[in-house]
């Protein structure tokens, strides 16, 4: 009996898990003081969430699996009362928040979220970073998104 050498199976395993994998869309989010913008939309499936700040201060995306029937109103009127990431759960999102990307004014975050995006849901994106110990979350200046994914 012939035997396959190890490095080459491996790599051939390797390979298969590649190609089995759907490639994942990239959904940009750009920060700006103080919106978040992206899509209002994207079909259901792996993306890959690439952070921009155009901002002049840092900012931050937080992302989260928004509450059925919770409302964006609710979600700003959370962030206005100052809730804190931890009590998020408790208010809108549906469980703790999964993912957070940082970045500098001016920059794109060098990390990136792999999500996949589950079709019927909605996902909350928000900045909580404060200009000050005494200034508002950024949330609560309108830094607040719904994806709605199809």
Same mark, same amino acid.
């Given at each position: 009996? $012939? $035997?396959?050498? !190890?490095?080459?199976?491996?790599?051939?395993?390797?390979?298969?898990?590649?190609?089995?994998?759907?490639?994942? @869309?990239?959904?940009?989010?750009?920060a700006?003081?103080?919106?978040?913008?992206?899509?209002?939309?994207?079909?259901?499936?792996?993306?890959?969430?690439?952070?921009?700040? $155009?901002? $002049?201060?840092?900012?931050?995306?937080?992302?989260?699996?928004? @509450?059925?029937?919770?409302?964006?109103?609710?979600?700003?009127?959370?962030?206005?009362?100052?809730?804190?990431?931890?009590?998020?759960?408790?208010?809108?999102?549906?469980?703790?928040?999964?993912?957070? !990307?940082?970045?500098?004014?001016?920059?794109?975050?060098?990390?990136r979220?792999?999500?996949?995006?589950?079709?019927?849901? @909605?996902?909350?994106?928000?900045?909580?970073?404060?200009?000050?110990?005494?200034?508002?979350?950024?949330?609560?200046?309108?830094?607040?998104?719904?994806l709605?994914?199809?």
């Amino acid at each position: 009996m $012939r $035997r396959t050498p !190890l490095p080459l199976a491996l790599a051939l395993g390797l390979a298969m898990i590649a190609c089995a994998a759907p490639a994942a @869309r990239t959904m940009r989010v750009v920060a700006t003081d103080y919106a978040l913008q992206t899509a209002d939309s994207v079909p259901a499936g792996r993306v890959e969430l690439v952070f921009e700040n $155009r901002g $002049r201060v840092p900012h931050e995306v937080v992302v989260g699996l928004f @509450r059925s029937g919770a409302t964006p109103e609710e979600m700003l009127a959370g962030a206005q009362a100052g809730l804190r990431v931890r009590d998020l759960p408790e208010h809108y999102l549906d469980g703790a928040p999964f993912g957070v !990307l940082f970045a500098w004014p001016g920059k794109t975050s060098l990390a990136r979220l792999d999500l996949d995006l589950e079709s019927g849901k @909605r996902y909350a994106l928000l900045c909580t970073f404060r200009d000050s110990t005494a200034a508002p979350e950024h949330a609560a200046l309108g830094m607040v998104r719904i994806l709605y994914v199809y």
